[in-house]
């Protein structure tokens, strides 16, 4: 099995527990997303925006939302590291 190298692994971990920390309020997005707490690496968090798995809104906010390509690739890496998702 080939190593994730640090920088990409923490990026993929960092996703996978956004993803499952993620919690759901009405309508603060304005579509009705999941959202999580931003308590991670602020570069790693800016480059998951760049990259349109998450959306921060304001960079003052606390939380971001995650976006549906944000879900598919949590998904994907629960996957690939082999962990369950919530029932």
Do not use: C
Request: proline share 2%; hydrophobic share 30%.
């Amino acid at each position: 099995m080939n190593k994730t190298n640090p920088k990409k692994a923490v990026k993929e971990l960092t996703m996978m527990l956004m993803y499952l920390t993620r919690f759901n309020e009405s309508d603060r997005f304005g579509t009705n997303p999941d959202i999580t707490w931003k308590g991670y690496d602020f570069n790693v968090i800016n480059e998951l925006d760049e990259e349109d798995y998450i959306r921060q809104g304001s960079h003052r906010s606390k939380s971001v939302a995650i976006t549906e390509e944000g879900i598919k690739l949590s998904q994907s890496l629960l996957n690939k590291y082999n962990i369950s998702d919530w029932e």
